[in-house]
Nanobody, 125 residues
Framework: QVKVEESGGGSVLPGGSLRLSCAASGDISRKECMAWFRRRPGAERERREG??????????LYADFVEGRFTASADYATHSLVLQMNNLKPEDSGIYYCAVDWWCSSLDAADFDHWGQGTQVTVSS
């Protein structure tokens, strides 16, 4: 089994910053892709939009809406993933999920089998 845990969510003012962390454990020896997704308020329960993935070979893909505001880093020795989010906007609010799988090449939630419970991010004045 694979266990995925997120931490670091919270509430900030527009323009503020948050740092999210993810740790994967269990049967992760062949898991070569870690990613962040989010579900914004009002979205369908199944609708999770990709934020970024980082593969163990170094390939990385950010969603267009990131616009250089977020920076992700991964350490596959410990299967940890960090998302530094700067210049946050109200539309960034939502539940942020960490996901892990053996491979990825797109930000399609359907490609990921292992998920954390999510951490809440609220950006509001």
């Amino acid at each position: 089994q694979v266990k995925v845990e997120e931490s670091g969510g919270g509430s900030v003012l527009p323009g503020g910053s948050l740092r999210l962390s993810c740790a994967a454990s269990g049967d992760i020896s062949r898991k070569e892709c870690m990613a962040w997704f989010r579900r914004r308020p009002g979205a369908e329960r199944e609708r999770r939009e990709g934020v970024v993935y980082i593969r163990e070979d170094g390939d990385k893909l950010y969603a267009d809406f990131v616009e250089g505001r977020f920076t992700a880093s991964a350490d596959y020795a410990t299967h940890s993933l960090v998302l530094q989010m700067n210049n946050l906007k109200p539309e960034d609010s939502g539940i942020y999920y960490c996901a892990v799988d053996w491979w990825c090449s797109s930000l399609d939630a359907a490609d990921f089998d292992h998920w954390g419970q999510g951490t809440q991010v609220t950006v509001s004045s």
